[in-house]
């Protein structure tokens, strides 16, 4: 079981990714869904908007989602520092190996799937219950 360091090594990693993965998903989006910051972005607003998550996802209607992201990204990059730091021998390292490895394209999925995987089924419970809908989805429909 992860140490309380590991867990909040783990928390503020995931904290910080998933405002990652919030970005990523807003400038995704088709025209009518994107937010209108993603339209002549500057780099103090994104680091805004990024460090501050919760509250444009809350204006969007996609906090429940990325609540779900956030306590399952927690749980695997907690587990993930707790079973690498006897290899490694340094947390930050590790942590900055997981930041980093955010954006390379072809480790990033590797490491998005535990993620997606429990954030999928933690949202189907708890989306269920709160009404929410999948960011995924057209604020049209």
Do not use: C
Not at 86 to 93: A, D, K, R, S
Not at 106 to 134: M, N, Q
Request: no cysteine.
């Amino acid at each position: 079981m992860p140490q309380t360091e590991e867990w909040l090594v783990g928390i503020g990693i995931a904290y910080l990714f998933v405002g990652i993965e919030k970005l990523f998903l807003d400038f995704a989006g088709t025209p009518l869904d994107r937010p209108a910051y993603t339209f002549k972005p500057n780099a103090p607003m994104l680091t805004l908007i990024w460090l501050t998550w919760p509250l444009p996802a809350l204006s969007n209607r996609e906090l429940v989602y990325f609540l779900t992201m956030w306590v399952s990204a927690s749980v695997v990059f907690s587990l993930t520092v707790h079973w690498g730091t006897p290899y490694v021998g340094n947390i930050l390292l590790i942590a900055g190996v997981l930041f980093v490895v955010r954006f390379f394209p072809i480790v990033r999925y590797v490491v998005l799937l535990p993620v997606t995987i429990i954030t999928e089924i933690l949202f189907l419970i708890v989306g269920k219950l709160f009404g929410a809908k999948h960011p995924g989805q057209s604020k049209l429909s």
